[in-house]
């Protein structure tokens, strides 16, 4: 379809710029001095627009002969043709408006060079501006299909990094029901059965984009359930939630790999006392501040393997916020302190 002729906004706009070419070709035919203001208006107007549309046929032909593939030749003899016999039907439009408004043969000749060369300039003029249109078109184009190429490798790999997440846990929860199972076998088969309600409440949640925090901390709460059947008074949690951040998105399970470090690698390392506790808050900037704090020992080996958490987080927040998102971790004596701030919800919720 016509870009120009599809839009009746890019029309309006289209016939509106052939107005400062009819008002200099009255100008100059009234300068000749073979018509007056008046005839010069009234010839010069109704040309131009009628010459507009005839203009706007030569995007069909930009569209089948593109720069890059066609030849400089082969460019130069179509659209030399072209404007040559635009140009024609120009004038022969001329001479039927002129007899129109009065104005004799004798009187038109001398305009006939100046309505040529005005032709052709604007035809011309027309087919540059049509080939600047198109290569914007492929420019957007292009960028489009970038950021439609970004957006799917980013839900690919957002698909991917949920994925890992119950798998992961699946293999820490057995693990220690396989720890129970020699020494309580009730406490590991009340451990099998609070993991099975925590797995049926995350059915489902790979299709979700994002459930509220409220949500998520539920979620949370189940899985340290299971753990306190294995730890005992050795995991007490402590939970401090402002109410406005109940509601607050975030990506489903995204702060279960980080309090399952907490646990893993550090309530199961200390004797007695441990401590995890969660928060969330609005920030003094509007975002969203969650805190996981937990209790581990100092002096304890690291871990023989890579923690998993982290990385996962950080790469799902990338993902989805950019640089609007950050989590930063550190340790103070006995304490370490896993942040993560989110902007806030834009339907301005905290």
């Given at each position: 379809m016509h870009p120009i002729l599809a839009s009746p906004r890019r029309l309006g706009v289209y016939l509106l710029a052939v107005t400062p070419f009819a008002g200099l070709l009255t100008f100059l035919m009234h300068l000749s001095g073979h018509e007056s203001l008046q005839e010069s208006f009234l010839l010069a107007f109704p040309v131009c627009l009628i010459y507009a549309f005839l203009c706007a046929t030569a995007w069909y032909i930009c569209r089948v002969m593109p720069l890059r593939s066609a030849g400089a030749a082969r460019l130069l003899s179509t659209f030399g043709m072209s404007a040559l016999a635009a140009s024609g039907l120009m004038l022969l439009g001329a001479e039927a408006i002129a007899r129109l408004i009065g104005i004799n043969q004798e009187r038109l000749h001398p305009e006939i060079p100046l309505l040529f060369g005005t032709g052709v300039f604007g035809y011309l003029l027309s087919v540059a501006s049509y080939y600047v249109m198109m290569a914007l078109e492929t420019s957007r184009q292009a960028e489009r299909r970038e950021a439609e190429a970004r957006l799917l490798a980013g839900e690919a790999e957002l698909r991917a990094l949920k994925a890992q997440i119950n798998p992961h846990f699946l293999y820490n929860s057995l693990n220690s029901i396989s720890a129970l199972t020699s020494v309580d076998p009730a406490r590991a088969r009340n451990m099998c059965i609070l993991l099975s309600d925590f797995l049926r409440s995350t059915l489902g949640m790979g299709e979700k984009q994002s459930i509220p925090l409220g949500e998520e901390f539920?979620?949370?709460?189940?899985?340290?359930?299971?753990?306190?059947?294995?730890?005992?008074?050795?995991?007490?949690?402590?939970?401090?939630?402002?109410?406005?951040?109940?509601?607050?998105?975030?990506?489903?399970?995204?702060?279960?790999?980080?309090?399952?470090?907490?646990?893993?690698?550090?309530?199961?390392?200390?004797?007695?006392?441990?401590?995890?506790?969660?928060?969330?808050?609005?920030?003094?900037?509007?975002?969203?501040?969650?805190?996981?704090?937990?209790?581990?020992?100092?002096?304890?080996?690291?871990?023989?393997?890579?923690?998993?958490?982290?990385?996962?987080?950080?790469?799902?927040?990338?993902?989805?916020?950019?640089?609007?998102?950050?989590?930063?971790?550190?340790?103070?004596?006995?304490?370490?302190?896993?942040?993560?701030?989110?902007?806030?919800?834009?339907?301005?919720?905290?």
């Open positions: 539920e979620l949370l709460r189940r899985y340290l359930a299971i753990e306190k059947v294995r730890f005992g008074a050795r995991l007490e949690m402590e939970e401090s939630v402002a109410e406005e951040c109940l509601e607050q998105p975030v990506p489903p399970l995204l702060l279960q790999p980080l309090v399952e470090n907490a646990v893993v690698h550090g309530i199961a390392n200390v004797v007695e006392n441990g401590v995890l506790r969660l928060t969330a808050a609005r920030t003094p900037e509007q975002a969203i501040a969650i805190t996981i704090e937990n209790s581990f020992d100092p002096d304890a080996p690291p871990p023989r393997r890579k923690g998993f958490g982290q990385a996962n987080v950080r790469k799902r927040l990338h993902s989805l916020y950019g640089n609007r998102a950050g989590l930063r971790a550190s340790a103070e004596g006995d304490r370490y302190r896993v942040e993560i701030t989110l902007p806030a919800d834009e339907n301005g919720r905290a």
